[in-house]
């Protein structure tokens, strides 16, 4: 009984992937590129939801997909789901060798993207992150970034006027600095304010999230959240909105911010979440995909290419969507 009434707050509504993403990461995959198709590596395409997204890729027109793994297995797996690859390269290789080979595309200029496939996270940030074979820039701080849009996205309806796909929330950084330091925070900040703005944000609102909105000694994350507040306000201020801390609810819920008296631009309507540490992070965003029927697009900045982090369990749509935001952040604006 017990269990039952703890999976009726799970959805299995199945994600939908922004109308509006797609069709900006379609322009860009005409433009960016020399004119040429943005090109895709995937990492370990031996598995049905691998295959579907490059299929999903190609179909959505955002650029073509080199399918990186063993030959053998990958065309037996579309044969049997009757996929088809059509003209798809596919570079022959075991799965343990799949990460590097498509990192080493990417760092030769013959891939603008690489995407994680049935490989390890693990593995494949190993891959991309070694220091001579990989597509990490010294100085540089590797960056997680979803942008997580809601099930009724491309409803007339469920649209701010003229606003498009603007209710979808960018959230950092949730998968790959496990304890973020504060110049690491700072530089997420930077990276949320200018995609979003490329996502067509005129004027972002981020809140800097603790569990309190006010600075506490006794919780040292409010206090980091309101020194980072701060900063961002400081150096930021000319082309977003940044307060912290704010709670979950505060940043999301007008309801919540009135009840609790918490003014501002950005309390009960943030559309850019700078979290914590990690696991604060990630429970967000499973709640927002698993509860809430969110599609979470996810990629990783700050090297020589964007990089598309996906779990294995992510559906298609996740895979599309994480695709079409790589090629939004290629873009120069």
Not at 18 to 40: C, I, T, V, Y
Not at 189 to 208: C, D, E, H, S, T
Request: glycine share 10%; hydrophobic share 45%.
């Amino acid at each position: 009984m017990q269990k039952s009434q703890a999976m009726g707050f799970f959805t299995d509504q199945a994600p939908i992937c922004s109308a509006d993403l797609l069709s900006r990461a379609k322009q860009l995959s005409a433009s960016a590129n020399g004119n040429k198709p943005m090109r895709f590596a995937l990492a370990g395409a031996e598995s049905l939801t691998a295959l579907q997204g490059a299929v999903a890729i190609r179909a959505a027109e955002l650029g073509l997909v080199t399918l990186v793994g063993e030959k053998a297995r990958i065309l037996a797996l579309s044969k049997e789901h009757q996929l088809s690859l059509g003209s798809m390269e596919i570079l022959d290789c075991s799965s343990e060798a799949a990460s590097g080979e498509a990192t080493k595309l990417a760092r030769e200029g013959n891939a603008q993207v690489v995407m994680k496939g049935s490989v390890k996270t693990d593995q494949f940030m190993r891959a991309i992150l070694n220091r001579e074979q990989g597509v990490r820039i010294s100085g540089n701080r590797m960056l997680h970034i979803f942008y997580i849009t809601p099930p009724d996205i491309n409803e007339e309806s469920a649209q701010e006027v003229g606003s498009g796909a603007r209710r979808g929330i960018l959230l950092s950084d949730c998968a790959v600095n496990v304890a973020p330091d504060e110049e690491t925070k700072r530089e997420a900040l930077v990276l949320m304010a200018r995609l979003a703005r490329k996502l067509g944000f005129a004027r972002p609102r981020i809140a800097v999230l603790s569990a309190s909105e006010k600075e506490m000694e006794s919780m040292p994350s409010s206090l980091v959240a309101g020194k980072i507040a701060r900063w961002g306000q400081e150096n930021l201020g000319d082309v977003a909105d940044i307060e912290g801390p704010l709670s979950f609810d505060v940043a999301l819920v007008p309801a919540a911010a009135s009840i609790k008296n918490v003014g501002g631009a950005v309390a009960g309507a943030a559309n850019g979440l700078l979290v914590s540490e990690i696991v604060a992070g990630n429970a967000i965003f499973k709640s927002l995909v698993w509860v809430g029927g969110g599609c979470a697009a996810g990629i990783v900045l700050g090297g020589m290419v964007p990089i598309v982090l996906t779990s294995r369990a992510d559906k298609p749509a996740a895979r599309l969507a994480s695709a079409a935001l790589a090629l939004v952040a290629t873009s120069e604006k």
